[in-house]
């Protein structure tokens, strides 16, 4: 089943804009991870938060989660050319398995 | 450091046919593994995952199975396969403490 929902499902932007995409989630979580999939390719992880974080930044990356709110968003800054790709978000239940659940994705396309 | 290895890359086969996809990581013991299947420009579809040799839980009824036989190397089978089972299959690894995944590059399975 899945999990996570993505919104926008695409996006286009401008090369040096801001791209935010969002995800929301069902259950009770114990982190949220955000992956990158260049077409055709594996995944590739980008960045996780825990249930009891807020906020959390790599790079030009900058990740909120929303607990109470089912919810979290991606912020890429200064965006490139090479982030071009599907991002993912999914999430790990709170308790029992070790398992990772991912939504539909958001397909990022940034233009030169 | 460790690896993850998947293949092959792609695979046409037959209706009717069997299928074996290997999946092994190396470097770790102990590993979570997961086999998922993404659909054409679709979110990723968890199938099965282990945590450890034996144990193997099936997220989704279907006509494929999975088995581990050794810590690090995770097998997704299918006696006959169908049309519907086409699509792009990964193979992904984390620690045995963690989530966080790190995915093989993939096998693009078609069913003709």
């Known amino acids: 089943s899945q999990q996570g929902e993505e919104d926008p499902q695409a996006l286009s932007i401008q090369e040096g804009e801001n791209a935010t995409m969002n995800c929301s989630y069902k259950?009770?979580?114990?982190?949220l991870q955000w992956y990158r999939q260049n077409s055709g390719r594996g995944l590739v992880h980008l960045i996780l938060?825990?249930?009891?974080?807020r906020e959390k930044h790599s790079g030009r990356l900058r990740v909120t989660l929303d607990t109470s709110k089912k919810s979290s968003s991606l912020l890429i800054t200064a965006s490139r050319a090479a982030d071009t790709a599907s991002y993912f978000c999914?999430?790990?239940?709170?308790?029992?398995?070790?398992?990772?659940?991912f939504g539909q994705g958001t397909r990022l396309t940034i233009n030169p | 450091s460790q690896t993850i290895h998947q293949w092959p890359a792609t695979l046409v086969q037959p209706v009717g046919s069997p299928l074996s996809l290997e999946c092994t990581v190396e470097?770790?013991?102990?590993?979570?593994l997961y086999w998922y299947r993404q659909a054409a420009g679709r979110g990723l579809q968890l199938l099965f995952y282990?945590?450890?040799?034996?144990?193997i839980s099936s997220e989704v009824p279907q006509n494929l199975s999975a088995s581990r036989p050794q810590d690090r190397q995770f097998i997704l089978s299918s006696k006959k396969l169908l049309l519907s089972d086409s699509g792009f299959y990964l193979c992904?690894?984390?620690?045995?403490?963690?989530?966080?995944?790190?995915f093989g590059q993939g096998t693009r399975l078609t069913v003709v």
């Open positions: 999914a999430t790990a239940p709170a308790q029992g398995a070790q398992k990772l659940v």
């Open positions: 470097g770790t013991s102990n590993p979570n």
């Open positions: 992904a690894w984390s620690p045995f403490y963690s989530t966080e995944a790190f």
């Open positions: 259950t009770s979580i114990n982190n």
């Open positions: 282990s945590v450890g040799i034996g144990q």
């Open positions: 938060i825990r249930s009891n974080e």
